[in-house]
């Protein structure tokens, strides 16, 4: 009996030594469960780090193109706006007409000379005629300002 004790003894101390080295092996695997759960969690990352990069990319391109045509546009405007001030602004139109009336002038008298203008006589009174009624309206609108500030 003492025999089949120590046997007994003997199949129990190989078997805690198997079962040692078993969970031994299974941490082992479950270390490279681990790993692996990891290193494929690292390639899907930098896969979905290299789409980002490329909408990024993308992005950065959409955004430098929208930058040279924001540009583009905000010098046409401005060139518009100068443009448009010298016709538009009163102060502004005044000076540079009178600044450059002889050049104008000028210009003007070229002009009829190469086209071999001539002003006819019905012309001449139908300028004149509107040039009165224009003054005519002037005055108007100033008596009626006044009488107005008056009252």
């Known amino acids: 009996m003492e025999e089949k004790i120590k046997e007994l003894e003997d199949k129990n ?21 681990t790993r692996l759960n990891k290193s494929i969690y690292v390639t899907v990352m930098e896969d979905k780090i290299q789409e980002l990069q490329e909408v990024i990319k993308e ?4 955004i430098s193109s ?8 905000s010098e046409t405007l401005n060139e518009t ?11 502004s139109s005044k000076k540079y007409y009178q600044e450059n009336k002889e050049k ?11 086209t071999n203008y001539k002003q006819s006589k019905e012309q001449a009174k139908e300028y004149y005629k509107n040039t009165c009624l224009r003054r005519k309206e002037k005055l108007e ?3 009626e300002k006044e009488e107005k500030d008056d009252i």
């Open 59 to 62: 992005s950065h391109k959409e």
């Open 81 to 91: 706006k100068v443009h448009l001030k010298r016709y538009t602004a009163p102060a």
């Open 141 to 143: 609108e100033t008596l």
């Open 104 to 114: 104008i002038i000028n210009r003007v008298k070229k002009y009829q000379e190469r």
């Open 13 to 33: 101390k190989e078997l805690q030594d198997k079962n040692k080295e078993l969970q031994d092996k299974n941490n082992e695997l479950q270390e490279a469960i």
């Open 66 to 73: 929208l930058k040279a045509e924001n540009e583009s546009i």
